[in-house]
């Protein structure tokens, strides 16, 4: 008689629904909830599911496993498009529908490549090593492709996890990779054990434990060293509703709201205002912010603010989301990696004016040049971050390797109560875990936070509050591995395992 688990991954409905399911749950493997045994059941049940499938059957298989991850974890982007964007509930669920039936296709595609080409059920250990190379490869893809949508990915449920001190080694892709290989190990444990071949099973033992003893013995690692004294910090959240952020009517309260706040704050050696806390041109404001950087001046400290900025770029003005510096440090930072849709318009010729969505406030900025300086502040590198910018792993990494701090600021107020920001603060947390250096969060509505090392958050004010959050941060120096050497020893692993698995595949049809 079949086992009901073996009969539930071949080929039909019941199959797919449960591919649906699989993908929804790791949903509960991340941020808020946190429950990461999940994504090893997630990443287990899509290798398994694809096991007796044709190219084609995997393909729909796939599919159905990434509607499920993106329907469920990124729901938060209805509440955007309807509260924010104009649209009705109708016609921004359909929207929802059309954006996870689309990206689900990154899911799809590598199963049927797998299907296809890399499968190998006769080989169980071979085969696991592969299919931890393709989903890794899955997942750095969708990070790349058409600007990339790098959210969701199953490393991150390792933050408070065992294998958390594999981050700073190989980054959040190292976890990744441990997950898919384990998820498909325990289900190839049973033929592996059959084949009676000493060799294999101590290879595969090692391959399953090892990953899991090193992640936990590194857990508490220290692999970078303060570069100084502990620097002082003061970050505001102002909480300022989505609705009147850019409301010409309502410019004067916000600017004085920043001014007045930092007026009463303790005197800090650096002063953190969110992403664009100053709602207008920055020509427009030269001289609030001149004022602000006297007063910041006066204090010995650095004031950080978010700033639209318009600049002349091959005789067209063009606009840019911004950081600048001013009082007791230097520089502007112009964002590089822009939010679909919330920063610019893909397509904007033919969809602009169809919905409001597409004609959101600051919705035409440019991207920022890729050889910008970091910030200056009491001496120290600040790698900058704005928003969307931190969930990019080897970006961030790359600015990172540069820095003595990590700042991002934000404005997730488009997403609500949703659970979108609440794994936008994951992200950021995995950033700092990987690159071995603390990172300051400055948000309109929160979760501004402190975050050391280690990835913990050591101080914070919780969403929808307005109020200051004070603490310290340390600048720290030496680099991690990761940002030593980045993905590159991972990428020549999955290069390799690729290729082996292609060149056994075909020698296998040709026997």
Request: proline content about 6%; aromatic content about 14%; hydrophobic content about 50%.
């Amino acid at each position: 008689m079949t086992h009901p688990l073996l009969r539930v991954t071949r080929p039909g409905w019941p199959s797919n629904l449960l591919a649906v399911a699989a993908g929804a749950i790791t949903t509960l493997a991340l941020a808020p909830y946190d429950i990461w045994p999940l994504a090893l059941l997630a990443v287990g049940f899509f290798y398994a599911g694809l096991r007796e499938l044709s190219p084609r059957q995997a393909l729909g298989r796939g599919w159905c496993f990434g509607f499920g991850l993106f329907g469920a974890g990124t729901s938060w982007i209805y509440y955007s498009i309807h509260n924010f964007g104009g649209a009705s509930v109708l016609l921004a669920g359909f929207l929802m529908l059309i954006f996870t039936a689309a990206i689900a296709w990154f899911f799809a595609l590598p199963a049927w490549i797998w299907a296809r080409w890399l499968r190998r059920n006769e080989a169980p250990l071979a085969d696991a090593l592969a299919f931890a190379a393709l989903w890794v490869g899955q997942e750095a893809f969708r990070g790349w492709f058409l600007t990339g949508f790098p959210w969701l990915y199953s490393g991150y449920s390792q933050l408070n996890g065992p294998l958390a001190g594999l981050a700073p080694v190989g980054g959040m892709w190292l976890i990744s990779f441990t997950l898919a290989l384990t998820a498909a190990l325990i289900w190839n444990a049973p033929r592996l054990i059959r084949t009676g071949r000493k060799g294999f099973i101590a290879a595969g033992v090692v391959l399953l434990a090892g990953p899991w003893i090193a992640g936990i013995a590194l857990k508490e690692h220290a692999w970078t060293s303060p570069a100084g004294p502990a620097l002082s910090v003061a970050a505001i959240q102002g909480n300022i509703e989505q609705s009147m952020k850019w409301d010409p009517a309502q410019l004067n309260a916000q600017l004085a709201l920043y001014r007045d706040m930092s007026f009463s704050s303790k005197r800090v050696d650096l002063l953190i205002w969110p992403e664009t806390a100053v709602p207008v041109l920055k020509e427009s404001a030269e001289g609030y912010l001149t004022m602000m950087g006297n007063f910041a001046a006066e204090r010995k400290t650095a004031l950080i603010t978010g700033v639209p900025i318009r600049q002349e770029v091959r005789h067209e003005r063009r606009f840019f989301n911004g950081i600048t510096v001013v009082g007791e440090g230097d520089g502007t930072y112009l964002k590089q990696k822009l939010v679909p849709f919330g920063e610019y318009v893909p397509l904007q010729d033919v969809l602009r004016g169809l919905i409001a969505f597409f004609d959101l406030p600051m919705s035409d900025f440019a991207r920022g040049p890729a050889d910008q300086a970091m910030l200056q502040a009491k001496g120290y590198q600040i790698a900058p971050f704005i928003c969307y910018e931190v969930v990019y792993p080897e970006f961030a990494a790359s600015l990172a390797a540069r820095s003595d701090l990590l700042l991002t600021i934000s404005n997730d107020t488009w997403f609500g109560k949703s659970i979108g920001p609440l794994q936008h603060l994951q992200m950021a947390q995995m950033r700092a875990l990987e690159a071995g250096r603390w990172m300051i969060r400055a948000t309109n509505n929160g979760v501004t936070g402190l975050i050391n090392p280690f990835g913990q958050i050591t101080a914070q004010i919780p969403q929808f509050e307005r109020g200051i959050l004070y603490g310290e941060v340390v600048p720290m120096h030496n680099l991690t591995p990761y940002l030593e050497w980045r993905s590159w020893p991972l990428i020549i692993v999955c290069v390799l395992l690729f290729g082996w698995a292609l060149i056994a595949s075909r020698m296998a049809k040709t026997v």
